[in-house]
């Protein structure tokens, strides 16, 4: 929520926060951090962004959900990025929690890009940034837009168990969803502004398998219809995560009251989601169950009512996680190629 006015008390949790994020390590970064060092480089990676986004607009989804499943363990130091080797197998993109993470392509032809024109400068954990902002403000039609902090080096540490400790499970409620949230210092708002990146992308039927079965007070029964008939049509496909980007053909057999809502332009980052939610066609549990604590709800009614708002909103909290800093005292680098940690 946009306000002026920030109470005493949380204006001093404010400072308080922004020098333990200053301690741990991430108080140097600045907006325009690589302008001396690497002039060019937003555009550079701005550049990539655009054209894997022109190509496929799906790729933009992935690069909104890759910030945040790379900040939300040991902060924004392009850990998820690592590549499994003999000597350490199980890195975090190994982790069924991130079932479905995409865009290292984008970001390696990005990395390519860079190391060819500033060689060792720009850090993997920065271009992860980057290429969110761009994508979601690509997706969104300028309507999210920020300027986005640098200066992060790279992780050299990358484990499954950390990735499945620290993300939220679309299976949890809304009290372990919450939970989740706080661990990072997150607020219930900041939660459901967050989850309103699932206005794009797409997810896996084991996903979201719960919703199969959930009764009609969870989900309109066909809408789960139409989950359940694509859901049958493969081992685990893949489903949009906004029923406004359904296929017409399993609209129309499923759910044909829905046919006039769908929408040509796929993935398109606005605050539809809320929409959805209240009207119970969302693809996750994790996301329903917004709807059943008094806070979150509303603010998802918030939301739903004033999109200009989550713009905003969302905007601060993608910049609020970019922020998060890696655990103390861990060695950062600058990795000369994202999948692999540099040899010392
Ligand atoms: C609140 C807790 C959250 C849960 C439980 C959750 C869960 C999920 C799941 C299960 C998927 C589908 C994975 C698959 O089956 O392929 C997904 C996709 C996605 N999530 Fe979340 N998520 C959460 C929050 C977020 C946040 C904070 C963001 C970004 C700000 C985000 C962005 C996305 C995007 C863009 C996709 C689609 C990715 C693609 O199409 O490649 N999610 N999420």
Redesign the pocket.
Known sequence: MRSSKVPAAAAALQVALLLAAAAAGHGHLKVGYYEKTCPGVEEVVKHHVAKAVRADR??G??L??L???DC?VRGCDASVLLDPTPANPHTEKTAP?N?????FDVIDDIKAALEARCPGTVSCADIVVYA?RDASSLLSNGHVHFAAPAGRLDGAVSLAADAQRD??????SIAE?IR??RRKNFTVEE?VI?????A?????????RARLTAPPQQIVPAYRSLLAAKCAAGPDP?VP?NVRDEDPAAVAAAFPSFLKKLRKAK?FLDNSYYHNNLARIV?????WQLLTEKEALGHVKEYAENGTLWDED?SD??VK?SKLPMPPHSRGEIRKHCRFVNHH
């Open positions: 799906g790729s989804a992935a909104v959900r910030i945040f499943h939300f929690i079932i479905g993470l995409a865009g969110a993300l939220p499970d679309s299976t949890f969803l989740n949230f939660l967050l989850s309103g990146a699932h794009v992308g797409v997810g896996h039927c084991s996903s979201l893949v995560n993935d693809t996750f549990n994790s996301d969302f909290a993608l996680l």
